[in-house]
């Protein structure tokens, strides 16, 4: 850590990691500057569930009523493959029902509108930006930026996504870092015969 008594982080990555990184330490009083690959917001993203760990970080931020504003509540959700063939669907009440109730069902891109919505004007948020260079020493780290300039900071974020190259950059090829969590995903069931199957799309 520095001596200055004002801390400062670089954060790569102005995703959900990214933005809720600089939320909070921008709130306890940090210097934020955030460098964000994409030339402008990246507001997009599919449906899916807030839940566990991310709901409840939510609640902490202060972020849950505003979240909630934006959630739906669909009667039901069908599944298809990509070429808008529907394989199955479920219920909105089965799937509220294994959520539980700490759950909020929105788009990816309203989690981002909330956080980018809360951060307070002072983060230094630079679109089309990229980290060229990192060192660092007992004193804190050097980041040196694709547009020219250097930075030193207490902390580097690297909330760069799946396949960071700012932690690739750090620790070496992520083969050596990524954890299997185990998640996996099914195919929809075959027969057509299937009660909840959908044979074309409507
Ligand atoms: C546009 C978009 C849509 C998505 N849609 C879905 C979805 O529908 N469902 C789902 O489950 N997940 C989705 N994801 C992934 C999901 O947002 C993340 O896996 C999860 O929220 C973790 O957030 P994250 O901040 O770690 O990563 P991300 O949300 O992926 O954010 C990473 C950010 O880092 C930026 N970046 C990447 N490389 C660099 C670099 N070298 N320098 C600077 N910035 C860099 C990216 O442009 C991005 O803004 C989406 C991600 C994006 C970017």
């Not at 500057?33 to 760990?53: D, M, S, W």
């Not at 959520?99 to 809360?118: K, M, P």
């Not at 690739?168 to 969590?181: C, S």
């Amino acid at each position: 850590m520095s001596k200055t008594t004002q801390r400062k982080a670089v954060i790569v990555g102005a995703g959900i990691a990214g933005l809720a990184a600089a939320r909070r330490l921008s709130e306890i009083g940090w210097e934020v500057v955030v460098a964000e690959k994409a030339p402008e917001r990246r507001g997009g993203g599919y449906l899916l569930a807030l839940t566990g760990l991310g709901y409840q970080s939510a609640d902490r931020m202060g972020l849950l009523a505003a979240l909630s504003a934006r959630a739906l509540n669909p009667v039901e959700f069908r599944y298809a493959n990509a070429a808008g063939r529907f394989g199955y669907c479920v219920p909105g009440d089965t799937m509220r029902a294994v959520l539980g109730q700490d759950a909020v069902i929105l788009f990816r891109g309203d989690i981002e509108s909330v956080l980018y919505d809360a951060i307070p004007g002072n983060v230094d948020l630079q679109f089309g930006q990229t980290v060229d260079e990192i060192t660092q020493d007992d004193t804190g780290v050097q980041v040196t930026l694709a547009s020219g300039g250097t930075l030193t900071a207490d902390l580097l974020i690297a909330a760069d996504g799946l396949h960071s190259a700012t932690r690739r950059q750090v620790f070496g090829p992520e083969k050596g870092f990524r954890r299997d969590l185990g998640h996996m995903l099914s195919p929809p069931p075959r027969s057509t015969s299937h009660p909840t199957a959908y044979p074309t799309a409507p």
